[in-house]
């Protein structure tokens, strides 16, 4: 099953050293029954696209509890494209969550998607706002929505240290 791992910067970097990585309390978001019985239509593409931006959007949540983005770590949202055996929905949390047992090897993961350089400073805000906007904040939902409006750039697993290279 294809899963989004929401991820930051100083994340990769751990992947790229350690050659694996275990997402927080194994969460990760994919096209699950749940997800494709909340869309009235669309095609397996577009609802794993929806699950790819869940998962960016936990990624936030992940850059707001580091708050200690630097040079070397700049605040961008991360998603782990990975392709893993089992993962159990956990639909008592949302349509696209779901647990993946153990961590994930760099072998497994078909992409990473990256905020660029321009996101930077909505992520920042939206960050800083996410919980607000969960909560209904109209203007902490204008902030989250600044920032999803960045498309993330994808790179391919042995893009990685390159990419952390040039960050």
Known sequence: MRVYLPATIGTLRRLVEDGRFAPLSGTGFALTPALRE?????????LEYAAL????RASLRLIAAEQDADEKNPPRRVV?????????????????VVRISGPVE???????????????????????????ADLGDDDAEFALG??????????????????????
Request: hydrophobic share 50%.
């Open 80 to 96: 782990i494209s990975a392709d893993v055996e089992q993962a159990t929905p956990r639909p008592d949390l949302d349509a696209a």
């Open 146 to 167: 600044e920032a999803e409006d960045h498309e993330l750039a994808w790179y391919a697993p042995q893009e990685l240290p390159f990419l952390l290279e040039l960050l």
């Open 53 to 56: 931006l869940d998962a960016a």
């Open 106 to 132: 760099l072998a497994q993961i078909a992409a990473v998607h990256v905020d660029t350089a321009e996101a930077e400073a909505a992520v920042v805000a939206a960050a800083a706002v996410i919980d607000a």
């Open 38 to 46: 909340s869309y009235t239509s669309g095609d397996t593409e577009e």
